[in-house]
């Protein structure tokens, strides 16, 4: 199968559907990948990289499209790439479907095989594609928050950590994934009180 990596044209979209170790895996099974110039440069991935594992490197995302049976994105096609598509050719992505009808209309209508990364689960109901992506935004929250607990961003100068003779900052996290779930098991990332609800 020849398998397309284009660049992502999604505003701050920086990431790359596919590393370098993936593309010499795909290789070695006897598939041909394309991926399309500068695709890594967001995710600190060179062409070269790409070369060196045995992937093509293509001009353009209309050549990607054309040549490849099945095309990885990190996140759904923009209107400007609906027309890149075709009729039997394999879509791998986030879809996040129940957020836009008009794309779902436009895949049906157009015939791509649409294989959502956050639809695959395993056996026992674990998503794994979509917990990558949990995980690395429940990890950011933290970080976030302490930004704005900046006075220059409205916060109130507290420190999450707390410093000898001032006490931490006690810290709610309302849900039960991955930060909530740190926070419960006495993660070292947080030294204070931390209540979950």
Known sequence: MIIGVPKEIKNNENRVAISPA???????????????????????????????????????????????????????????????LRAGQIL???FHFASSLELTK????????CIAYETLQTEDG?????????????????HIA????????????????????????KVVVIGGGNRGNLCCKGSSWYRGKCHFT
Request: charged share 20%; net charge neutral.
């Open 22 to 84: 993936r593309v010499k895996a795909f290789c070695q099974a006897g598939h041909q990948v394309l991926v399309q110039k500068s695709a890594g440069l967001g995710s600190g991935i060179e062409d070269v990289e790409y070369n060196q594992a045995g992937a093509s490197i293509i001009e353009t995302a209309k050549e990607v499209f054309d040549r490849a049976g099945m095309i990885m994105k990190v996140k759904e096609p923009l209107s400007s790439e609906y027309d890149l």
């Open 92 to 94: 791998f992505t986030y």
């Open 106 to 113: 436009v895949m049906i209508d157009r015939k791509v095989i």
């Open 126 to 142: 674990y998503l794994p594609l979509l917990a990558s992506m949990s995980e690395v935004a429940g990890k950011m929250a933290a």
């Open 146 to 169: 302490v930004y704005y607990l900046a006075l220059p961003y409205g916060g109130r100068e507290v420190l999450m950590v707390g410093v000898p003779g001032v006490t931490p900052a």
